[in-house]
């Protein structure tokens, strides 16, 4: 079966990034996806709470 000339319709998807505690707060020097991109972080319930306060500036967190 073959696709050629035809457009499949893809739905939307919800984007989660899930983190290891550690790692936020971190910078790097590539950029994965801005947060505002994202529909939520999930991440272990002990990051700080002003790591927690600048992430739910642009998403949910999920911990």
Request: net charge negative; charged share 30%; with cysteine.
């Amino acid at each position: 079966m073959s696709l050629s000339g035809t457009s499949a319709e893809v739905p939307d998807s919800s984007r989660y990034l899930i983190a290891d505690s550690s790692k936020i707060g971190k910078r790097d020097s590539c950029t994965f996806c801005r947060l505002d991109n994202l529909d939520a972080v999930v991440c272990e319930p002990d990051i700080d709470d002003e790591d927690r306060a600048a992430i739910e500036e642009h998403t949910q967190v999920i911990c």
